[in-house]
Nanobody, 120 residues
Framework: QVQVVESGGRLVQAGGSLRLSCAASGRIASINSMAWYRQAPGNERELVARSTGGGVTNYASSVKGRFTISRDNDKNTAYLQMNSLKPEDTAVYYC??????????????WGGGAQVTVSS
């Protein structure tokens, strides 16, 4: 089994910064990519940022230049540094890990989400 847990969500004022963390644990042989998604009330879940095993990153246009995804491969952890936050960034942020387990199975795992609220 693979578990993914997000942390760091909280209330922050517009213009502020916040860093989310995502830790994957369990019988993991390798992590192919880690990504952050978000879902605001009434909206579909959308990709915010992704980091592949080869170090390639991509971002939603709405966050490019403000958000940065990074990874600590030794800790199976990903981070999302969010700067210049806007009220429209308010959402539940979910982490997604595309893993290969110790048994050789491919597993895509989701965390339970972290609430980020940006006040105006």
């Amino acid at each position: 089994q693979v578990q993914v847990v997000e942390s760091g969500g909280r209330l922050v004022q517009a213009g502020g910064s916040l860093r989310l963390s995502c830790a994957a644990s369990g019988r993991i042989a390798s992590i192919n990519s880690m990504a952050w998604y978000r879902q605001a009330p009434g909206n579909e879940r959308e990709l915010v940022a992704r980091s592949t095993g080869g170090g390639v990153t991509n971002y939603a246009s709405s966050v490019k230049g403000r958000f940065t995804i990074s990874r600590d491969n030794d800790k199976n952890t990903a981070y999302l540094q969010m700067n210049s936050l806007k009220p429209e960034d308010t959402a539940v942020y979910y982490c997604n890990a595309d893993t290969t387990t110790a048994d050789g199975w491919s597993r895509i795992c989701w965390g339970g989400g972290a609430q980020v609220t940006v006040s105006s």
